[in-house]
């Protein structure tokens, strides 16, 4: 273990919201866990795996924390919140407020005192737990956008350990964050880390641009200049970009079990084995551009191009914050769209678009891909996406293509995909069915480009990228 013997600590600590595994308590009271949602939890696990160390988080319900336990070689420590820490800091501040405003305002951002009060309570709980979890000069690792207080907070507890913190998801420009009441504090929150990690290098220019304008610091290359809150001396904290990445060798080891495959079989079968079978995956999320997707997907339909049972949409749509209204929203408007598609263009035994609101085990997504023609990936604003990093790395056939919106942290590694711009609905069209009728040689080069792209840069290099620009930071007082 990393635990010291003589019990002092873990030498690498991991701090997220959620715990890698989600605590579910049955209709008969009992409990089992299953793997949390989100890239956040797909990523983080695979760099955990065979590295040990504690992972403090919240098991994703309102409630005492369950007991400590150790899991996949980590210890899991839980942070508990009450009905209302859930309601303010999770459901409000983080995925109603910051939330939004990180991805562009593609919904309006709702501003609470007593929301971010909730934040600011549950975020000092977080340090704690890290605080006293963590070994003499440890390296703690502080995830996402929902603890941008934990790295300051942390230092006052403990400034012996070295802090990295890596935010999944975008960060905005300084005239959308310039918006955000509690501006200051939030920066000063980040500015307790060495290292601050960035999906691209834009989001990370965002930051020193805000540390620049809103709080007047001098930031120089990829660093700014924080006066200690003694008053003696400065600390340098970088900000730099690190894109996530998958475990892609285990993904396609997984894609080419003889399971899989068959079981991709099986899927086209079932589903009336079209020519042509398109699919989406997304957490039922207003960021990944659902909704303009299935516009263009029912436009084709309409426009008699595209007709079922020879092509098949399937969307998975994974459950997520069902108690924020603009979550709720988007559900309805998903499900009158696909209603509508269904009994305008389906027919018995053969409907228009198959949806899933549902999740599925690593095997059936591999499954899914690797069955997929075309794979549509299409967010209005996302930090990388890595559901459309598995698609490629299920694609060891190099079959399939990948119609991937400009606007997420992928599209600038993966460049040879079928790019759009999901808002221009016609362009969307016209991209599909490029990726539809492209010349198969075509469709395998780029592929093949893909593949190359996604199996350099893994979800390891990732890791050992980010901890060793953490050693080497700056940070300490000048
Ligand atoms: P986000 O983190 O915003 O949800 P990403 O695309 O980066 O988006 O990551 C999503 C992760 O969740 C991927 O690892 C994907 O395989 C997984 N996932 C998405 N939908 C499902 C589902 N229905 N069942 C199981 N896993 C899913
Ligand atoms: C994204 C975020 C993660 C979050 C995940 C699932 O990946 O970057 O921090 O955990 O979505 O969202 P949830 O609200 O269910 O934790």
Redesign the pocket.
Known sequence: MTEDEDGDGYDLVVVANRLPVDRVVDDDGTVHWQQS????V?AMESVMTGREGAWVGWSGDPGEAPEPFDDGGMHLHAVGLTAEEVADHYEGFSNDTLWPLYHDVIVAPRYRRSWYEGYRRVNQRFAQAAADLAAPDATVWVHDYQLQLVPQMLRELRPDVRIGWFN?IPFPSVELFAQLPWRRAVVQGLLGADLLGFQRRADAENFLRVCRRLLALPTRGDTVTVPDPTGEGTRTVRAAAFPISIDERSLEELARTPAVVERARQIRHDLGDPERLLLG???L?YTKGIRHRLKAYEELLADGVLKPPGTVLVQ?A?PSRERVTAYRLLREQVELTVGRANGDHGAIGSPAIHYLH???DRAE?AALYLAADVMLVTPLR?G????AK?YVACRYDEGGALVLSEFTGASGELDRAFLCNPHDIDGLKTTIRAALDADPREKRRRMRALRRRVREHDVQRWADDFLAALVVAPGRPA
């Open positions: 949602p989100g890239g956040l797909t999944h995956v997304d957490r999320d998975v994974t549902q999740s599925f997504m996302d990388m996406n890595l559901v598995e």
